[in-house]
């Protein structure tokens, strides 16, 4: 059974950081491909940032590009959100997501989820 946990959600002002982190048991970490994904009240499930099992692919939504950064510690199970100038908009359920395949910023590729942490920006 795989497990994803998130934590390090909050509310913060905006222009400020968060650093949101995933850890996953069950399976060999350095075998996924790893996203982040977000939904904001009533939207769709949008994909927010992608880094392949070796860390050398990484894709961002271009509304966060420069913004955030995504990275991967395999000794430690562990993927990592980076959030800096944080603005109201970003404000949503932050997911992280495990794939069995290639890494990709389409949900309907992750086979793992899971349960999400909120981020909310203040202005």
């Known amino acids: 059974q795989v497990q994803l946990v998130e934590s390090g959600g909050g509310l913060v002002q905006a222009g400020g950081s968060l650093r949101l982190s995933c850890v996953v048991s069950g399976r060999t970490f350095s075998s996924l491909a790893m996203g982040w994904f977000r939904q904001a009240p009533q939207t769709e499930r949008e994909f927010v940032a992608a880094?392949?099992?070796?860390?050398?692919?990484?894709a961002y939504a271009d509304s966060v590009k420069g913004r955030f950064t995504i990275s991967r510690d395999n000794a430690r199970n562990t993927v990592y959100l980076q959030m800096n100038s944080l603005k109201p908009e970003d404000t949503a359920i932050y997911f992280c997501?495990?794939?069995?395949?290639?890494?990709?910023?389409?949900?309907?590729?992750?086979?793992?989820w899971g349960q999400g942490t909120q981020v909310t920006v203040s202005s």
């Open positions: 997501a495990a794939s069995l395949s290639m890494f990709s910023n389409n949900r309907a590729r992750y086979d793992y």
């Open positions: 880094i392949s099992w070796s860390g050398e692919l990484i």
